[in-house]
């Protein structure tokens, strides 16, 4: 929650050494985040970088993971 809470709040995600390591590794097993290096790249449905899908909540904007 604090990964999406972050990107929400903030427009990007949380420092990946405030996270616990043992939640990551779960949450990528499971597809839900993508760890590139030291960074989260996405946390399922956000992206840290620029998609062709943006939503806007309370004037911050993130960009969307989008299935086709």
Avoid: W
Avoid at 29 to 50: E, F, K, M, T
């Amino acid at each position: 929650m604090a990964i999406l809470n972050s990107f929400l709040k903030l427009g990007r995600p949380p420092e990946i050494e405030t996270q616990d390591a043992a939640l990551l590794e779960d949450l990528q097993q499971r597809d839900l985040i993508v760890v590139n290096g030291n960074a989260i790249q996405h946390a399922y449905p956000i992206a840290a970088s620029a998609m062709p899908h943006s939503v806007t909540i309370a004037g911050v904007k993130n960009f969307n993971v989008c299935a086709r």
